[in-house]
């Protein structure tokens, strides 16, 4: 058994209704906050009252930053730290999915510090300091783990670039997952966020840096993904189903946290970079049957245990045989969940897969992965998935 670190230091508030906690966990850190949201929409209005006077109860005067967009941009954080600063926030409330809560974060960077989010990424020799703000994160998604990591995602959308503080700083001092927030989210993102869990946990379970911790809880996520995310997206009210993938986001969100992700996030972010009318969840699932054809050489043992996950008669198979049935139903579960997608349905130019290859290589994920991908490699995943 190899040594292992592993740190969380993000109190977790799970449970249904909880959501009016968030004044109270807020006031233990400032009186003064900063909300930041997607736009209103019906469905969310009632939510974001219900959080509105939750702050005002606690005593916490809030201004309401409403800017956030998908793949949040260098652009948005600045005008929300720009409004943090003119508030004279001292606490962040991230309310919502992943890029409400990565704004957030990037928000609590920029709002304290010279320059902007983008001078603090994760490879930079400058980065975020105590000064950062407090952030509290309610997340009204099953996907991203942001409410449990040390991420901020962040695009610069003139360099078509998309990257990420990486810090220690910027865990949220408490996350709020509140399964009840989560019965409204349409159909196919519930799908291409749940799908970013299975990724997150399968991913660090595989991850040349995992430990015996994170495979725990790792097996545990794509368990439950595997027996609630189809329910969930066939009946959004299913407030059961919905509460297991809440736990199973947490869980795999704590798993990238101490380990991280491989192969595909690299080439998903790479993805969501060049092209941000791609989702998240979306960029991850357009690569990952020839992603998991590639690897699973390189990890048979990993790749059975999953593979039994999904089918239970494969407890009686031989490690090969049970690796290899598991593409097959990975395969089956996109098709499933309606996330089985290719490159080219995205509209992206089959002429600009080269420039995509290299941008595959800009973050070291794939580094991580147990057959580390040659520029070769690369090129052929990304040429098998342009269309299926």
């Excluded at 600045?78 to 508030?87: D, I, L, P, R």
């Excluded at 290299?358 to 991580?368: G, I, Q, R, W």
């Amino acid at each position: 058994m190899k040594d292992f670190n592993y740190y969380q230091p993000t109190e977790i508030r799970f449970g249904r209704g909880r959501v009016t906690e968030t004044g109270e966990t807020a006031a233990k850190y400032g009186r003064r906050c900063l909300l930041v949201t997607v736009p209103a929409f019906e469905a969310i209005k009632p939510v974001y009252e219900k959080v509105k006077a939750s702050l005002k109860a606690a005593g916490v005067e809030t201004a309401h930053f409403d800017g956030v967009v998908p793949n949040p941009t260098t652009e948005s954080v600045t005008a929300g730290a720009e409004m943090a600063a003119s508030h004279k926030a001292d606490v962040v409330v991230g309310l919502g999915g992943g890029s409400s809560m990565d704004t957030a974060k990037a928000i609590a960077v920029e709002a304290t510090h010279e320059g902007t989010c983008w001078d603090y990424l994760w490879f930079r020799d400058t980065q975020p300091t105590g000064k950062t703000l407090p952030v509290i994160a309610v997340t009204t998604t099953s996907g991203t783990g942001s409410q449990v990591t040390q991420v901020a995602v962040v695009t610069k959308t003139s360099d078509k670039c998309k990257s990420a503080i990486y810090n220690p700083i910027v865990y949220p001092k408490t996350t709020i997952v509140d399964p009840e927030l989560m019965v409204t989210v349409p159909k196919h993102v519930t799908a291409s966020t749940g799908f970013d869990v299975f990724a997150h946990a399968f991913e660090s379970y595989i991850h040349a840096g995992t430990s015996p911790y994170v495979g725990m809880m790792a097996l545990e996520a794509i368990r439950l993904v595997a027996a609630n995310l189809p329910a969930v997206v066939r009946d959004g009210s299913n407030i059961d189903a919905r509460s297991a993938m809440a736990w199973a986001d947490t869980l795999a969100g704590l798993c990238i946290a101490n380990a991280g992700v491989t192969l595909p996030h690299g080439m998903g972010m790479a993805i969501g970079g060049m092209y941000p009318h791609v989702m998240h969840g979306e960029s991850l699932a357009v690569t990952y049957p020839d992603f998991m054809h590639y690897t699973r050489k390189s990890a048979v043992k990993q790749f059975a245990a999953v593979g039994r996950i999904f089918d239970k008669a494969l407890a009686s198979s031989g490690d090969e045989a049970a690796s290899e049935k598991c593409c097959e139903l990975l395969d089956d579960f996109l098709k499933e969940i309606g996330m089985w997608l290719d490159l080219k349905g995205f509209r992206v130019p089959e002429d600009e897969l080269p420039e995509l290859r290299e941008a595959c290589f800009v973050l070291p994920d794939y580094k991580n992965n147990p057959k580390v991908a040659t520029p070769e490699d690369m090129m052929g995943i990304l040429k098998r998935s342009y269309s299926r």
